[in-house]
């Protein structure tokens, strides 16, 4: 039996996604997105409300990264959203997390979160979505794998789980994509 609970935006999983912009001043500002993801294979799409100071920098400046928060970081990232740059200039200080510029886009790079999209702005819809498209992805040495690809298993990213407002670890391998359902083709 299931139990119905209405229209409810419960996507699972769902990243926590950590914006970084610069501010006019030249300052780097951060924020905990939770709504946000692909947008075909080479963009993102952001759901930000207008009023928020990264919305301002997004238009400002025309770039932002998407950091992807991750185990080590949870009290930061929860921080940078809980707190609003408009009513906090230090708050990007205060969580204790330091930047580096992109080399391709006018936006920092968060240096403890380890797995970054840097993405210049594209459009912004007529509902307020920001759509960017993606210019490079970097990560962090200390996640990648014998072969130079992102593991999993030291990324650790972390999910948001709106039911119960918690965060949960990602990395449990699982299956293998385009291969394990092979078995079902006879």
Same mark, same amino acid.
């Given at each position: 039996?299931?139990?119905n609970?209405?229209?409810?935006?419960?996507?699972?999983?769902?990243? %926590?996604?950590?914006?970084?912009?610069?501010? +006019?001043?030249?300052?780097?500002?951060?924020? =905990?997105?939770?709504?946000?993801?692909?947008?075909?294979?080479?963009? !993102?799409?952001?759901?930000l409300?207008a009023g928020?100071?990264?919305?301002? =920098?997004?238009?400002a400046?025309?770039?932002?990264? %998407?950091s992807?928060?991750?185990?080590? =970081? %949870?009290?930061?990232?929860?921080? #940078?959203g809980?707190?609003?740059a408009?009513? @906090?200039?230090k708050?990007l +200080?205060?969580?204790?997390?330091?930047t580096?510029?992109?080399?391709? !886009?006018?936006?920092?790079?968060?240096?403890?979160?380890? !797995?970054?999209?840097?993405? +210049?702005?594209?459009?912004?819809? @007529?509902?307020?979505?920001?759509?960017?498209?993606?210019?490079n !992805?970097?990560?962090? @040495?200390? #996640?990648?794998?014998?072969?130079?690809?992102?593991?999993?298993?030291?990324?650790?990213?972390?999910?948001?789980?709106?039911?119960?407002?918690v965060?949960h670890?990602?990395? @449990?391998? %699982?299956? =293998?994509?385009?291969?394990?359902?092979?078995?079902?083709?006879?």
């Amino acid at each position: 039996m299931r139990k119905n609970f209405g229209a409810k935006p419960w996507l699972y999983p769902l990243p %926590v996604l950590i914006i970084g912009t610069y501010n +006019e001043d030249g300052t780097a500002d951060a924020m =905990n997105a939770a709504w946000g993801g692909l947008y075909g294979s080479d963009k !993102v799409v952001l759901c930000l409300s207008a009023g928020h100071k990264t919305t301002a =920098n997004i238009k400002a400046k025309g770039a932002f990264t %998407v950091s992807f928060a991750d185990a080590a =970081n %949870v009290v930061a990232s929860d921080y #940078v959203g809980m707190v609003s740059a408009n009513s @906090e200039p230090k708050k990007l +200080e205060k969580s204790g997390f330091h930047t580096t510029k992109s080399e391709f !886009v006018d936006a920092p790079l968060i240096d403890e979160l380890p !797995v970054a999209m840097e993405c +210049e702005l594209l459009k912004i819809t @007529e509902d307020g979505n920001i759509i960017g498209r993606i210019v490079n !992805v970097s990560a962090d @040495e200390s #996640v990648l794998d014998a072969d130079g690809s992102i593991d999993l298993g030291k990324f650790r990213p972390i999910s948001f789980e709106p039911v119960h407002r918690v965060y949960h670890v990602m990395g @449990e391998r %699982v299956g =293998n994509a385009f291969s394990d359902g092979a078995a079902l083709n006879k």
